[in-house]
């Protein structure tokens, strides 16, 4: 079976998991867009993404619009529910399934992806029940190392090359 869906964790995943406040106690976050365009090639390939997060924050959310994910869900609390769900709507099976996390609120998750990557500096909790541990840290082009690792897996890169030839 192929990966269908790719499910994104956010904080230490596709940031560098901190968190800053400006005077004015604004949230900052910062995203890689190397990391985007990794995103939205995967989707021109007419695969789906879908982001699981923990926290609430406008700026995921502004992000997850300019990447044209569709599937965006925040203050998340049991992702695997989550994913349940979606994989049910989307008619979907775990086995269509690539997840990335960092931390032991993704480990359900994780644990029932068929594949599922963290980044290099993952909890070890982590590390222990991932298939594959990526050289990149989360916020630092992790989500990309992820998505190409899934198109040479899947037979999709002349495809995905010809996407920008």
């Known amino acids: ?14 940031t560098d998991s901190r968190i800053t406040y400006s005077e004015n ?9 190397k990391d985007g365009l990794a995103i939205a090639s995967w989707r021109k390939l007419g695969k789906q993404v879908a982001i699981i997060t923990g926290r609430s924050s406008k700026i995921v959310e502004r992000r997850a619009k300019e990447l044209r994910i569709e599937h965006f869900y925040q203050g998340v609390h049991n992702k695997k529910e989550v994913l ?6 989307l008619h979907l099976s775990v086995d269509n399934v690539a997840a990335i996390g960092d931390d032991l609120n993704d480990l359900k998750m994780l644990e029932v992806a068929k594949i599922s990557f963290v980044p290099r500096d993952a909890s070890a909790y982590v590390d222990k029940i991932a298939d594959v541990i990526l ?11 992820m998505i190409e690792y899934l198109i040479v897996k899947e037979n999709l ?8 030839r």
């Open 1 to 14: 079976m192929s990966i269908e869906l790719v499910v994104l964790d956010v904080d230490g995943t596709m």
């Open 25 to 33: 106690g604004d949230e900052i976050k910062s995203f890689n867009v």
């Open 84 to 89: 349940d769900s979606l994989l049910e709507k």
């Open 135 to 145: 050289s990149k840290r989360g916020g630092d082009g992790a989500v990309r190392e």
């Open 157 to 164: 890169e002349e495809k995905y090359l010809a996407l920008w």
